[in-house]
């Protein structure tokens, strides 16, 4: 099946600081992409639907000028949580779809907010 | 309003038994049913693909059911071992590209 590489696994920051998590498909050419987070034993939910070249298309409640989504390429997708919080602190996993509508997940990212 | 409801309670069974996961849906009308393994902090791995006209997909010990009458999808593992050990998530297809999941049920297959 095909690969999608998220980059860092895991990040601890301050308070107030920018992450950038990239997220990478590997073998084949993702037109949009899917931002999703994960609170421990809870579903998956959609933040945003990144499209190559044009803005991101973010779920209601997410705050697009905290959580910046950039595709510029259509293999790369990145996502920057600005001046981090602790309330930020989750699991966030990027995916992209195939033509047979099956998602291919990256290995996701802990991030930790001190 | 919407739901998926997937039994968050722990799922354990013997190995060599049949797990049986439940996903149950509310106010969606899904045009496929998707089911996926998530080991901890690892991101979802495919596993079976239903769509609304199909009543059972079968892939090696793996068994899916749709009942759209139901609202039910059934997910089936035959002669469980324990690196079955995982949870499952069930998440649903409705027309937009993106998916919505359930919340997921953990299986624990003992030896």
């Known amino acids: 099946g095909a690969v999608v590489s998220q980059h860092p696994s895991r990040v601890i920051c301050k308070s107030g600081t920018s992450v950038k998590i990239e997220c990478r498909s590997l073998?084949?050419?993702?037109?949009?992409m899917f931002w999703y987070r994960q609170f421990p034993k809870q579903s998956l939910m959609l933040m945003a639907t990144?499209?190559?070249?044009?803005?991101?298309?973010?779920e209601q409640g997410v705050e697009k000028d905290k959580f910046l989504i950039n595709h510029a390429s259509l293999t790369l997708s990145t996502l920057t949580v600005t001046s981090a919080h602790p309330e930020d602190s989750s699991f966030y996993i990027c995916?992209?779809?195939?033509?047979?509508?099956?998602?291919?997940f990256g290995s996701g990212t802990q991030l930790s907010v001190l | 309003s919407q739901k998926i409801e997937q039994n968050s309670e722990a799922l354990n069974i013997q190995e060599g038994k049949t797990a049986t996961l439940t996903c149950n849906y509310t106010?969606?009308?899904?045009?496929?049913l998707q089911w996926y393994r998530q080991d901890p902090g690892r991101g979802p791995v495919f596993l079976l693909l239903?769509?609304?006209?199909?009543k059972e997909k079968r892939k090696e010990r793996l068994k899916v059911t749709f009942d759209t009458t139901l609202k039910q999808s059934l997910f089936h593992i035959t002669a469980s071992q324990p690196a079955d050990s995982a949870t499952y998530l069930c998440?649903?297809?409705?027309?937009?590209?993106?998916?919505?999941f359930g919340s997921g049920t953990r299986l624990q297959v003992q030896p």
């Open positions: 995916s992209a779809s195939d033509v047979n509508e099956k998602l291919f």
């Open positions: 073998d084949f050419q993702a037109t949009t």
């Open positions: 990144s499209n190559e070249g044009s803005k991101a298309t973010y």
């Open positions: 106010n969606y009308s899904p045009a496929y």
């Open positions: 239903i769509r609304e006209n199909e």
């Open positions: 998440a649903l297809g409705t027309g937009r590209r993106a998916l919505t």
